[in-house]
T-cell receptor
Framework: QKEVEQNSGPLSVPEGAIASLNCTYS??????FFWYRQYSGKSPELIMS????GDKEDGRFTAQLNKASQYVSLLIRDSQPSDSATYLC?????????????FGQGTTLQVKP | DGGITQSPKYLFRKEGQNVTLSCEQN?????MYWYRQDPGQGLRLIYY???????QKGDIAEGYSVSREKKESFPLTVTSAQKNPTAFYLC????????????????FGPGTRLTVL
């Protein structure tokens, strides 16, 4: 079992729709969760961090964390073609205390005009 | 402007050659990291350093070496022992907290794309 799993996609949504990206992780000691956006040929850009169960909203983005079920999700409201990118989920385990982030392989999102 | 710079943007290596990738940050971050990304895959950790003059191997350290002589700089050398070095190399940095403050938001440089000729 991979430590952090994401559906590679592509996930295709029409412009203006809600895109839902999901991520599951195996280490119950995980404490910090991150979503990065990566455009083709570019480096990852941090867009959301979440540390507590529940929802965290930032503009059109909402991160949702459920530690009991070991999943974290990212919702993108009013999706735009400029949101088309690969979204990487990353998890840090407090138990390791090494600063090591474990990345999923990423989900490719396509927003069609 | 605060940020992370990597150079060169593109690098070509001949068989048997060592090459060094540069990473500099002016964010005053203590921790720095090197990742490798292959097409269609996530990031894999090569080396990381949480303090000057100290570093640890990540998951795929074989064939790579690093140094951390200054807080701002964390160069990566890809040696001839790395048999399949063609990849996108990413440097990142973060603060180092303790306990529950150890959130570890990592910020990435623009990357170096290495190709073996």
């Amino acid at each position: 079992q991979k430590e952090v799993e994401q559906n590679s996609g592509p996930l295709s949504v029409p412009e203006g729709a809600i895109a839902s990206l999901n991520c599951t992780y195996s280490d119950r000691g995980s404490q910090s969760f991150f979503w990065y956006r990566q455009y083709s040929g570019k480096s990852p850009e941090l867009i959301m961090s979440i540390y507590s169960n529940g929802d965290k909203e930032d503009g059109r983005f909402t991160a949702q964390l459920n530690k009991a079920s070991q999943y974290v999700s990212l919702l993108i409201r009013d999706s735009q073609p400029s949101d088309s990118a690969t979204y990487l989920c990353a998890v840090n385990s407090l138990s390791s205390n090494t600063g090591k982030l474990i990345f999923g392989q990423g989900t490719t999102l396509q927003v069609k005009p | 402007d605060g940020g992370i710079t990597q150079s060169p943007k593109y690098l070509f290596r001949k068989e048997g050659q060592n090459v060094t990738l540069s990473c500099e940050q002016n964010l005053n971050h203590d921790a720095m990291y090197w990742y490798r990304q292959d097409p269609g895959q996530g990031l894999r950790l090569i080396y990381y350093s949480q303090i000057v003059n100290d570093f640890q191997k990540g998951d795929i350290a074989e064939g790579y070496s690093v140094s951390r002589e200054k807080k701002e700089s964390f160069p990566l050398t890809v040696t001839s022992a790395q048999k399949n070095p063609t990849a996108f190399y990413l440097c990142a940095s973060s603060i180092v907290g303790t306990g529950l403050a150890f959130y570890n938001e990592q910020f990435f440089g623009p990357g170096t794309r290495l190709t073996v000729l």
